[in-house]
């Protein structure tokens, strides 16, 4: 069984940031690699064991990003790697889009067993977030013989043309890819920060929902055209927005009364993140379709498209995928749901719980704190340049991330000016004070120069 080399749980720095082979891996990757992926900083890694990274010139670092939210058993937990190995000696692919694998069908039986609905469910496999976005968009409109979709502002789907199609984070993502996906509808998330109408939380809860029939159906889009809504629970790259209760249960009555199809897209905050299996399970969300990726196989491409038993009509040769449901990540995804169901997700909890506590006289401390937000060890903290204003500061929000690398914790931003905290949910109390501490220490720095 692999063992790694790294025996501290807290972070360790050697040399200068980046170190001497780092700087050599830099210089090819600028020579090689497309320009097109951001890097926020010169991390290299090399070995991952728990929470800890060990770059290529031997520094250590904390990680509080789980590879994007994805390594939710950590980096190469154990019992993942022996049943990676395993299955890697066994049978690594055979196409499960024309011959059957007895692990797809255990998956699938395992996922329709906690994803929420009492309805049977039925389960599409393929190999990321953006894929696993693509076939409830197909399955939608295959469905219901309807062809519009409704999105959010702020909410990140994937980069392919039909789910980007649906994302509206960042300019940038869409800018120089001509005409996308035709239908899409997008309306304003609910945010008890931000609430884009200016109402106070209790309003603007229900508002962002309720102007589909009060404003959206009787001036853009006749909701018998409407195949689906597609909404995170917890928007992601948007800045860490969880959505309210109210705002959730009101897009599922809508869909529910005008026979649309609620699409929950869990990639980012599912798999045990917020403390329960679903973001949505926090408010009893029933989605008529739920894609995950991500944290389902602890690193291992995998993403799945789990739809009601009624929704998922398809006839043969409809949709597939060559590599989706590959045998050696469904190995790991396996593992993972184990792993989560026995310990991790109540530990993402507990951690949760322990970070929000540690926090909890941020914003009276720290003038550029705006707000902190989540669930679980999903938690967004919002930097603005002044409190009252609440003018976003993505520059301090760089900088804090910057420093955080510096000083051996690992960090990445969301949205505009959000800092994420999304670490393995393997974490323990003592890796949770020491990040936690080293980024009030960040604030702090970065507070005094602002």
Known sequence: MLETKIETKLPRLVTPLPGPAAKRILQLDSRYISPSYTRSYPLVAKTGRGAMIEDVDGNVFLDFTAGIAVVSTGHCHPEVVAAVQKQAAELIHMSGTDFYYPQMVELAERLSSIVPGKEPKRVYFCNSGTEAIEAAIKLARYHTKRDKLIAFYGGFHGRTMGSLSLTASKAVQRKGFGALLAGVTHIPYACSYRCPYGLKPESCCTECATVLEREIFKTIVDPEEVAAIVVEPIQGEGGYVPGPPEFLLELQRV??????????????????????WWAGD????EPDILCVAKGIASGMPLGVTVARASVMNWIPGAHASTFGGNPVSIAAALVTLDLLEREY???????????????ADWRERHRIVGDIRGKGLMIGIEIVRDQKTRERAHDLRDRIVELAFRKGVLLLGAGENTLRLSPPLVIDEEQADFAVHTLDECIS?????A
């Not at 926090?282 to 969300?285: E, Q």
């Not at 720095?445 to 120069?449: R, T």
């Open 345 to 359: 997700i109540e530990n993402a909890r507990r951690m949760g719980q322990f970070l929000f506590g540690r926090m």
């Open 445 to 449: 720095e970065v507070e005094k120069s």
């Open 282 to 285: 926090h408010v009893g969300l």
């Open 255 to 276: 869909c529910r009364k005008y026979g649309i199809l609620l699409i929950s897209d869990e990639v980012q905050c599912g798999m045990g993140r917020t403390g329960k």
